[in-house]
Nanobody, 127 residues
């Protein structure tokens, strides 16, 4: 059973940085897609970033110049580095894992293929 545990959230002032971690366990094989999604006060889910096991990644338009996604293979942890944070980045951040068949792993394709979601970690950015 796949388990995802997020950490690293917190409260920062605008312009600050945070690094989120997602520790993954309980899956085997290759060809998986992992990503970060967030849900703000409007309760709408927004794709933030994805990482494919082939090493490719994608970032949402609103964060692509400020965030980066990477994988610590030794520790099996998905990382999201968030810089120049803005109040609109506030929300609950969730890690997800799935297998996207026949399509590229992106923030648009992963949601339909998620096998497991983490519990989430809260990010609050004050102005």
């Amino acid at each position: 059973q796949v388990q995802l545990v997020e950490s690293g959230g917190g409260s920062v002032q605008a312009g600050g940085s945070l690094r989120l971690s997602c520790a993954a366990s309980g899956y085997a094989g290759t060809g998986y897609c992992m990503g970060w999604f967030r849900q703000g006060s409007n309760n709408e889910r927004e794709g933030v970033a994805t990482w494919d096991s082939d090493g490719s990644s994608s970032l949402g338009e609103s964060v692509k110049d400020r965030f980066s996604i990477s994988k610590d293979h030794a520790k099996n942890i998905l990382l999201l580095q968030m810089n120049s944070l803005k109040p609109e980045d506030t929300g609950m951040y969730y890690c997800a894992l799935g297998v996207v068949f026949g399509r590229r792993c992106t923030i648009h394709t992963l949601p339909d293929s998620v096998e497991s979601w983490g519990q989430g970690t809260q990010v609050t950015v004050s102005s």
